[in-house]
C-alpha cells in the first residue's frame, strides 16, 4: 500500500499561502515547474481570474458581537468543518512522492473536502483506504473525464462508487486543448486510464447517460455561462462548480468571479455553486462566498505547499486559508457562513467594472 513519508519541516519565513510558490519552484525541476505553473495562451484568463477578486473590496460590518466563527458548510446532505476542498489536479506526484496521498490526508487533517483526479498518480482505492475512515474530513469526490470508450468511464464509476467516494465531478470543459507534450519521470504515469484512453468532450445526453448510470450525485465542473448553468439545473445534476479551469484551457476566457456572479443571479436557489480559479487567500474564499458560492475549491496553492513540504506542507496551506477566512469574518462582524452576502462586497476605486453584477447590493 502508498504510504507517505516522514512528515517535512515548513519551510521558514512562510506567512501567507502565496509565501509557498517561491518554496515550490526552489525544489522542482524546470519541467515540473512548467506543469504545475501552466497557463493558456499569453496567460490573460490566468491573470483575469486574480484581478476580478481583486477588483472587490469588502464593506465591514462593525459592533457586531463576534465570540466565535462558525466556518462549518453543508453541501449534498453533508457537513464538514470549512468552505474548502482541494480542487482536481493531475499527477500530483509531479510535484512530491506524497502526491494525491499526501494531499488528501492533508486535506483530513485540515477538514476539507478532497476531489481526486482521473489523471491522478495514486489510485482513488488506496486516496479513499488513506482518509476514509478519518471523522472529521471533508467530503471525498472523484473528478471524472469522459473517455470515448463508455464502459470505460462506467469502470471508472463503479471503481469510485466501491471505493466510498461521495460525488462524482464531471470535468466538462477541458477535453479539447492545445497539446502540451510531457515527459514523465520514470514510474509516474496516470494509473486510472489506459495508456491509449482517449478524452470525448461530452454533452448533455452524456450528462443524462451518466446521471442514469449511478447513484452518486453529479456535479458539473467548468461552467461559466449562465445559460448554460440553467439548463444544468433542468437536467438534474446536484451542484455546478463555476470554473475556466485555472486559466489553462481557454486564454480570454471570463474570470471565475465575474462568470460566478452571473451565474448566481440566474439560479439562485435552484442549484449549489462552488468555485475555483485564482483563489490565493482565505480573503478570496470569502469573496467567493459573498459572490454565492457556497465552497471553494484550492488548486496551485495546495499544490505549492505539498511541492515545498510534502503532506505538511499542504495541510499548512489548508490551514491558513480557514485562518484567514475566519479572521476576515471576525473584521467583518460575521459569524457564521449564512451571515454573508453580496453586500459585504464593493468595487475597488478604478478597478476592473462589474456592471452586470446586480445581485444583493454589491455595488
Given at each position: 500500500m502508498n504510504r507517505v513519508g516522514a512528515l517535512e519541516p515548513l519551510p521558514a519565513g512562510v506567512r501567507t499561502p502565496a509565501d509557498y510558490e517561491a518554496h515550490a519552484r526552489a525544489r522542482l525541476d524546470p519541467q515540473a515547474w512548467n506543469f504545475i505553473d501552466d497557463q493558456a495562451g499569453?496567460?490573460?484568463?490566468?491573470?483575469?481570474?486574480?484581478?476580478?477578486?481583486d477588483a472587490l473590496a469588502l464593506v465591514p460590518r462593525v459592533l457586531r458581537p463576534v465570540a466565535k466563527v462558525d466556518t462549518r458548510v453543508e453541501l449534498l446532505g453533508?457537513?464538514?468543518?470549512?468552505?474548502?476542498?482541494?480542487?482536481?489536479?493531475?499527477?500530483?506526484?509531479?510535484?512530491?512522492?506524497?502526491?494525491?496521498?499526501?494531499?488528501?490526508?492533508?486535506?483530513a487533517m485540515q477538514g476539507a473536502g478532497m476531489v481526486l483526479a482521473t489523471q491522478s498518480s495514486i489510485s482513488m482505492e488506496a486516496v479513499a483506504q488513506a482518509v476514509g475512515s478519518e471523522p472529521s474530513r471533508g467530503p471525498l469526490w472523484f473528478q471524472l473525464y469522459l473517455l470515448q470508450d463508455r464502459e470505460a468511464t462506467l469502470a471508472l464509476v463503479r471503481r469510485a462508487e466501491a471505493a466510498g467516494y461521495e460525488a462524482l465531478v464531471l470535468t466538462v470543459d477541458a477535453a479539447v486543448r492545445a497539446a502540451r507534450p510531457l515527459q514523465l519521470p520514470p514510474g509516474l504515469r496516470a494509473v486510472h486510464l489506459d495508456p491509449k484512453a482517449t478524452f470525448t468532450p461530452p454533452g448533455w445526453d452524456d450528462v443524462a447517460w451518466l446521471r442514469s448510470r449511478t447513484s452518486l450525485p453529479l456535479i458539473l465542473k467548468g461552467v461559466l455561462h449562465p445559460d448554460d448553468a440553467i439548463e444544468a439545473a433542468g437536467a438534474g445534476v446536484a451542484a455546478l462548480v463555476v470554473s475556466n479551469h485555472g486559466g489553462r484551457v481557454l486564454d480570454g476566457a471570463t474570470s471565475s468571479a465575474a462568470a460566478l456572479a452571473r451565474i448566481a443571479e440566474a439560479v439562485g436557489d435552484r442549484l449549489p455553486l462552488l468555485v475555483d480559479g485564482g483563489v490565493r487567500s482565505g480573503i478570496d474564499v470569502l469573496r467567493a462566498l459573498a459572490l454565492g458560492a457556497r465552497a471553494v475549491l484550492v488548486g496551485r496553492p495546495a499544490l505549492h505547499?505539498?511541492?515545498a513540504a510534502g503532506a505538511a506542507g499542504a495541510a499548512h496551506v489548508l490551514r491558513l486559508l480557514r485562518d484567514e477566512l475566519e479572521l476576515a469574518m471576525a473584521q467583518c462582524g460575521l459569524d457564521n457562513l449564512a451571515a454573508i452576502s453580496p453586500g459585504l462586497l464593493s468595487r475597488h476605486p478604478g478597478a476592473m467594472a462589474w456592471p452586470w453584477i446586480s445581485h444583493g447590493n454589491c455595488q
Open positions: 499569453k496567460g490573460a484568463t490566468r491573470r483575469g481570474n486574480r484581478q476580478a477578486w453533508r457537513q464538514w468543518p470549512s468552505p474548502l476542498l482541494v480542487a482536481p489536479m493531475a499527477l500530483q506526484a509531479i510535484a512530491h512522492a506524497d502526491g494525491e496521498l499526501g494531499m488528501s490526508l492533508a486535506a505547499g505539498l511541492a
